[in-house]
């Protein structure tokens, strides 16, 4: 079984910073692209940055100067350093990856984590 486990969510002031953080556990071979999305109250789950396993990123453009994706291979991490924040970027965020599982055959699955909560205040 493979998992993902969020964590840094929190209550922070606009202009103000938190790091997400999501680990990877179980049966992993390899991750190809990792990402973060976000769900706001009563609105749809979006992307919000992605890192391939190469380094490249990709983010919305509403986050793009003050967002910054990471991650460490060797660890099955990915990071969000989130900077300047403001209160649209309230919401749930979800950790996302392409996961290589040894068992049983080195398949290639799409694992969420189970979210972590940010809320932004005025």
């Known amino acids: 079984q493979v998992q993902l486990v969020e964590s840094g969510g929190g209550l922070v002031q606009a202009g103000g910073s938190l790091r997400l953080s999501c680990a990877g556990s179980g049966e992993i071979f390899g991750i190809n692209t990792m990402g973060w999305f976000r769900q706001a109250p009563g609105k749809q789950r979006e992307l919000v940055a992605r890192i391939t396993i190469g380094g490249s990123t990709d983010y919305v453009d509403s986050v793009k100067g003050r967002l910054t994706i990471s991650r460490d291979n060797y660890k099955d991490r990915v990071y969000l350093q989130m900077n300047s924040l403001k209160t649209e970027n309230t919401g749930d965020y979800y950790c996302?990856?392409?996961?290589?599982?040894?068992?049983?055959?080195?398949?290639?699955?799409?694992?969420w984590g189970q979210g972590t909560l940010v809320t932004v205040s005025s």
């Open positions: 996302n990856a392409d996961v290589i599982v040894i068992t049983p055959d080195y398949r290639s699955i799409e694992v």
